[in-house]
C-alpha cells in the first residue's frame, strides 16, 4: 500500500516540475527568436507613414534599414527580437521650400491720359543721364539678399514636442506633471516625465522622443524597495 502511495506521489510531483518548467521557458524561447525582415518593415513603417525602406540587412542582433521620406534620408538600428528602434541618424535633409503668400485682389487698370508733347527750353541746358550701374548694382544686391532669405528654411524636427511627451505620460498614468526632462545617449533618444498621483504615488515615464513609445514606467516606491 505504501508504495502504491509513494509512486503515485512521485508522478504528480514530475507532472508539477514539467509544468512549471514549460512555463518558466516558454517567454525565454519565444524571446530569442528574431523577426523577419518583412515584420520589422512593417513595424517601422507603422511608425513612419509615407516613408519607403530602400535598404535592409541582418547585424547580429539587430537589423539596419535605411528609410526614405519627404524629410530626407535615415539611417536606422531596429532590435531583431522586439521591433524596437533603437538608434536613428539623418544621413541628409530635403529642403521644405515655403508656401507662396497669395495674391491680393488686382485692382482695374485706370486710364491713363496720353502724354503732352513738350518743347525743350532753348535756355536750359540738357540733364546729365541717370547713373543706371549703381540703381542696377543694388537692385541685384537686394535679389541677393531676399534669395537668401528664402533659401534657409529648415526641414521640421523629427522628434515629438515635449507637451506630445507629456499628453502620452499622462493618458499612461494620470496625475499632475512634476517634472520634464530631455536626455539623449549614442543608441537613443527619450523624454523622462515625473507625475504624481492623487493617491501621492510617484512615477517616471520614459518616453521615446522619436517614436512616441512608452519606454519604461518607474514607481518611486520600487526605488525605495530597493
Excluded: C
Excluded at 516558454?26 to 523577419?36: E, H, K, L, V, W
Excluded at 520634464?180 to 518616453?207: H, N
Aim: overall charge negative; hydrophobic content about 30%.
Amino acid at each position: 500500500m505504501r508504495k502504491k502511495v509513494s509512486l503515485l506521489l512521485g508522478i504528480v510531483m514530475l507532472v508539477a516540475i514539467m509544468i512549471i518548467v514549460n512555463a518558466v521557458w516558454s517567454p525565454f524561447s519565444r524571446s530569442t527568436s528574431a523577426m523577419s525582415m518583412d515584420e520589422v518593415v512593417e513595424e517601422v513603417l507603422s511608425q513612419y507613414p509615407g516613408g519607403e525602406i530602400t535598404k535592409t540587412a541582418l547585424d547580429g542582433g539587430v537589423y539596419r534599414l535605411e528609410l526614405q521620406s519627404g524629410t530626407g534620408t535615415y539611417e536606422m538600428t531596429v532590435d531583431a527580437r522586439q521591433g524596437d528602434i533603437v538608434s536613428i541618424e539623418q544621413r541628409d535633409k530635403t529642403a521644405v521650400k515655403p508656401d507662396p503668400e497669395p495674391a491680393g485682389p488686382r485692382e482695374p487698370d485706370q486710364p491713363t491720359e496720353p502724354d503732352q508733347p513738350t518743347e525743350p527750353d532753348p535756355d536750359t541746358p540738357p540733364s546729365e543721364p541717370a547713373d543706371n550701374g549703381g540703381k542696377g548694382a543694388a537692385e541685384g544686391a537686394a535679389g541677393g539678399e531676399s534669395g537668401n532669405r528664402s533659401g534657409t528654411s529648415e526641414p521640421p524636427a523629427t522628434m515629438i514636442t515635449k507637451e506630445y511627451a507629456i499628453k502620452l505620460s499622462l493618458d499612461k498614468v494620470p496625475g499632475t506633471v512634476e517634472d520634464v526632462e530631455y536626455r539623449e545617449s549614442k543608441s537613443s533618444r527619450y523624454y523622462l516625465v515625473e507625475i504624481e498621483r492623487a493617491d501621492g504615488r510617484e512615477a517616471t515615464i520614459q518616453v521615446h522622443a522619436i517614436t512616441g513609445k512608452i519606454m519604461t514606467v518607474t514607481w518611486d516606491d520600487e526605488d525605495d524597495d530597493e
